[in-house]
């Protein structure tokens, strides 16, 4: 049984093993740890990669021409709400 | 509370980041249009509940991720696709967004569990912080750390970039210099 003195110290122990020896950063180590987690080992530039290719991606999908529906029910919407 | 003009404006401003989000999640535009419209006819009809001052764009985000999940998650095995089955069979997507080189990213995407999905979505394309990105989806910080960074690693294993070695760019380069240092 792990009391709460030794509990907070082994939580301590691992995110600073975490923070000096895992590559995926200060955040990620603390999530892993503060989930009783796994730590897994992704390097940082694979993460930087994929995340790279993500922004892309979705910058991509942010450029689309959106259809004039949305407008259009925002605004039918907005011309109903000041009649009423 | 009356929809002003500036409310409006940046409501539509949203839409195109909506539309991004709900194609990334749901893996089809149509599907991801019905949800757009129902989270503008949700919040248009809950406007009172926005309160002024706030994110609107965290507001319909949270909106939209629960329709997603409440609506949309009873087709729950065509959602996380495990084969990406459903991601290799989108037909209608966007042109652009139907280039080949996300080809393999968005079937990656496909095969991964809805929460993680959504989470590296929010943070690492949409660029929301942990915080807002845990009260979009109702969850811990911790959790939405866990999930990044299950999601980024699952991400890797699919298109099978575990290494830095693997990364396309840098291995060209490095066949460049080895060529140009090759004896002539």
């Known amino acids: 049984m792990v009391r709460g003195t030794e509990r907070t110290v082994l939580t301590a122990l691992a995110r600073d093993f975490a923070r000096r020896f895992i590559s995926s950063g200060t955040q990620d180590a603390d999530a892993c740890v503060s989930a009783g987690d796994v730590l897994p080992t992704l390097d940082r530039d694979v993460q930087a990669h994929i995340g790279e290719r993500l922004r892309c991606y979705y910058a991509d999908l942010l450029t689309e021409p959106v259809p004039p529906t949305f407008a259009a029910l925002i605004d039918r919407f907005t011309r109903k709400e000041r009649r009423s | 509370m009356t929809i002003e003009p500036g409310l409006r404006d940046e409501m539509l401003a949203t839409v ?17 249009d019905d949800l757009v ?17 706030t994110c609107l764009q965290a507001w319909l985000f949270t909106i939209l991720r629960n329709l997603f999940h409440t609506e949309y998650r009873k087709r729950r095995r065509e959602v996380e696709d495990p084969d990406g089955l459903m991601a290799s069979r989108l037909a209608v997507m966007p042109n652009q967004s139907g280039r080949l080189e996300f080809e393999e990213l968005r079937a990656a995407l496909g095969r991964l569990p809805p929460e993680q999905r959504e989470a590296l979505l ?16 109702g969850t811990q910080l911790g959790t939405i750390k866990s999930r990044i960074n299950r999601a980024r690693s699952r991400l890797a294993e699919i298109m099978n970039v575990n290494d830095p070695e693997d990364l396309g760019p840098d291995r060209l380069v490095r066949a460049v210099l080895h060529a140009s240092d090759a004896p002539r």
């Open chain 2, 16 to 32: 195109p980041h909506l539309r991004a989000f709900a194609i990334s999640l749901s893996g089809h535009i149509d599907k991801a």
């Open chain 2, 37 to 53: 419209q129902d989270t503008l006819l949700r919040a248009l009809s809950n406007i009172d509940q926005f309160k002024p001052g």
């Open chain 2, 122 to 137: 929010l943070v690492t394309a949409e660029g929301f912080s942990y915080e807002e990105a845990a009260q979009i989806t």
